[in-house]
C-alpha cells in the first residue's frame, strides 16, 4: 500500500511538471492506539522540468519553426513563438504532440510522414532537451476523385458541394472534414438532412502512382428514414393534443 501510494503521488507530480518530484513516506506507532500506525508522506516537489531545447533530424518539408508550433505542449525556452505557451515538460502531453505532429505533416500531402526515433535526456537539474528524428516520405496529390453508389446526388454535384479538386495536395484532415465534421456543408449531411440517417461513406485509395493517388468515394445511401412514433411527457399544464397540433412532424 505505501509503495502504491509513492507511485500514484509521484505520477500526479509528473503529470503536472514536477519530474524530479520526491515522496517520502514514513510511518510509526501510534501511542494514542494499539495495533495502528501513523502514516507520514512527505512531498519535495523540487521545480517544475522545462524544454531546454528541441533537436529535430529529417525534417525537409517543415521548419523548424512550424513543427514547434504543431507540437502545442511541448514548447522549448528561449523562443519568442512559445512566448505564452507553457514550457514545462509532461511525459502525456510529449505523446499527444507527436500525434499532432504527424497530423500536419498528413495535412499538407505527407501521409508516409513517421516519427522513427525520440527521446528525451537530461540537460541540466532544471530542463531536458527532446530529440526527434523524422521520416518525412513524400509529398502526394490528388489525380482523380470518384463515387460510387451515389443515386440521390450526381458525381457532378457531390464534387461541387466536396470542394476538393484533381491536382489539390492530399490533405487527409480536409478530406474528412468535408466529407464528415463540417457542421454545415459536410457531404453527410446532405443526406442526413433528407432522413438518410443511416448514410455510410468511405474514401479508398484505389491507386497509388509517384505522387498521385486516385479516391474513390464508395457509400451505401441506405433508405431515409421515417418517424414511428412521437412521445411526449412531463406535459402538466396543456392537454397532449393541444401539443401535437403545434408539431409541424408528425408519425410517417
Known sequence: ILQRAETLIKKYYDDKGF????????QQDDPKKENQVIVNIIVDKHDKIRVNDIIIEGNHAFPDSRIDWAMKKTNRKGKLLNFFRSKKFIEKEFINDKYALIDKYNEFGYRDAIILEDSVYRYDDK???????????????????????????????????????????????????????????AITNLYMDNGYLFYQINPVEVRVEGDSIDLEMRMIEGEPATISRIEISGNDRLYEHVIRRELYIKPG
Not at 519530474?19 to 514514513?26: L, M, R, S, Y
Open 19 to 26: 519530474k524530479n518530484a520526491e515522496v517520502f513516506v514514513t
Open 127 to 185: 530542463s531536458v532537451n527532446v530529440y526527434l528524428k523524422i521520416d518525412e516520405g513524400r509529398q502526394y496529390f490528388i489525380r482523380d476523385i470518384s463515387w460510387v453508389g451515389n443515386t440521390l446526388y450526381s458525381s457532378d454535384f457531390l464534387d461541387e458541394v466536396l470542394q476538393i479538386e484533381k491536382g489539390d495536395v492530399y490533405n487527409q484532415k480536409r478530406l474528412n472534414k468535408r466529407l464528415k465534421e463540417d457542421e454545415h456543408e
